[in-house]
Nanobody
Framework: QLQLIESGGRVVQAGDSLRLSCAAS????????MGWFRQAPGKERELVAS???????YYADSVKGRFTISRDNAKNTVYLQMNGLKPEDTAVYLC??????????WGQGTQVTVSS
């Protein structure tokens, strides 16, 4: 079993930067593709960014150029650097792990609130 714990979410102002962390435990996460999702009230969960085992990254159009996903396999941690935050980025951010982007392990989420 792989346990994921997110941290770093808080209330910030528009234009600020924030870095989210997702620490994995229970087993090594290096064989897993990792993703950051977000869910805002009344909206569907959406994939924000992902990073595969080989380092290939994906970004949703809404965050491209502002967010950066990275992973440190030695620390069993994946990060999401968020710059130029906008009020529409407000959501619960969840970390997920899976094989061939079929995500099977999920964290509890961390709240990011961006005030205008």
């Amino acid at each position: 079993q792989l346990q994921l714990i997110e941290s770093g979410g808080r209330v910030v102002q528009a234009g600020d930067s924030l870095r989210l962390s997702c620490a994995a435990s229970g087993r090594s996460f290096s064989p897993y593709d990792m993703g950051w999702f977000r869910q805002a009230p009344g909206k569907e969960r959406e994939l924000v960014a992902s990073i595969r085992t080989g380092g290939t990254t994906y970004y949703a159009d809404s965050v491209k150029g502002r967010f950066t996903i990275s992973r440190d396999n030695a620390k069993n941690t994946v990060y999401l650097q968020m710059n130029g935050l906008k009020p529409e980025d407000t959501a619960v951010y969840l970390c997920a792990a899976g094989i061939f982007v079929q995500y099977t392990y999920w964290g509890q989420g961390t709240q990011v609130t961006v005030s205008s």
